[in-house]
C-alpha cells in the first residue's frame, strides 16, 4: 500500500506575514492527520522561517526549485545544500511553469533530480502534456519522453527515493481537471515506465501525483482511482480551509453513503 502525499505548492504567493499567518493555523488543522503524508511547497525566502514553524509538526517542508551545482558564480540560483540547511525535506523538479516559462528542457530537469537526491532532498519530479499534445494523441510518447530523459542515469534505489506528478499542462490553473480517467490511465503509463527501469517492487512502491485544477469538489474520486496516490495543489493550497478539506479528502469519503 502506498501511503498518499498531499503536497501544496504555493507558486509565487505570500509575504512572510501571510504565509505565518496561514501556516499558524494549517499546522494545527492537520496536527492529528495520520493516513496521509502533508506537505507544503512554498517560496525560497520563506523556507528558512516556516522550517521553524513546522519543527515538531507532521507538515513536511519543500521548495519549488533549485539549481543543480552545489555552490558557485550563479548569482541568482539557489543550491540543493542551501534548502537542505534551512529545512527543506522535498523539492519540486520540472513543474510545467519552470519548463514554459522559464525554458526548462528534460536535460536539465535530469541534473536537478540529481542534485536533489545528492542533497538528500525528495524530489517530486513533475511531468505532463501541453495540450496540442494530447489532441494530437502524443501524450504517451510526451510522457515515455520526460520519465525516460528526466530519469536518465538513475538506479532503481535511487528512483525509489522519488515522488512523481503527473500534471497536464492543460489542467494547470486553469479549472480544469482531467477525469478521474483520464489522470489513472497517464499515471498506469508513468508507472510501467518506471517499472521498465527499476523494476517491479520499485515502480509499485513509488507514489505517483495529480496534478491540476484539484480542489475540494474533486478531490475525492481522483483519490478513488487506484493509481492516484495523492495530489500536488496550486491555486487551492492557498486557502487553509479549502487545502485542509483536501488533506483531509478521506473524512469525506467515510461520511458518503454507498450507494
Ligand atoms: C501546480 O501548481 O502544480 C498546480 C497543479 O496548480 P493548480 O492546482 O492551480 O492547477
Known sequence: ???????????????????????????????DVVVVDVLLCVPAPLCSPIAKLLKDSNVRLGAQNLYWEP????????????????????VIVGHSERRHIFGETDEMVNRK???????????????????????????DNVLTRQITEGLKGFSADEIAKMV?????????GTGVTATPNQ???????????????AGEAVAEALR????????????VELMRE??????????????????????????????????
Not at 165 to 171: D, F, K, R, S
Not at 187 to 197: C, G, N, S, T
Request: aromatic residues 8%; contains cysteine; proline residues 4%.
Open 226 to 259: 487506484a493509481e492516484i496516490d495523492g495530489a500536488l495543489v496550486g491555486g487551492a493550497s492557498l486557502s487553509v480551509e479549502s487545502f485542509v478539506k483536501i488533506v483531509t479528502y478521506y473524512e469525506t469519503e467515510a461520511t458518503e453513503t454507498p450507494q
Open 113 to 139: 533530480l540529481r542534485a536533489a537526491l545528492d542533497a538528500y532532498l525528495t524530489p517530486v519530479f513533475c511531468i505532463g502534456e501541453k495540450i496540442e499534445e494530447r489532441e494530437a494523441g502524443e501524450t
Open 1 to 31: 500500500m502506498r501511503k498518499p502525499l498531499i503536497a501544496g505548492n504555493w507558486k509565487m504567493h505570500k509575504t512572510l506575514g501571510e504565509a505565518t499567518e496561514y501556516v499558524l493555523g494549517f499546522r494545527d488543522a492537520v496536527a
Open 208 to 219: 505517483i501525483l495529480y496534478g491540476g485544477s484539484v480542489k475540494p469538489d474533486n478531490i
Open 164 to 172: 512523481i506528478a503527473y500534471e497536464p499542462v492543460w489542467a494547470i
Open 71 to 90: 555552490k558557485g558564480a550563479f548569482t541568482g540560483e539557489i543550491s540543493g545544500p542551501m534548502l537542505e540547511s534551512v529545512g527543506c525535506n522535498y
Open 183 to 197: 489522470a489513472n490511465d497517464a499515471h498506469r503509463v508513468v508507472r510501467e515506465l518506471v517499472k521498465a527501469q
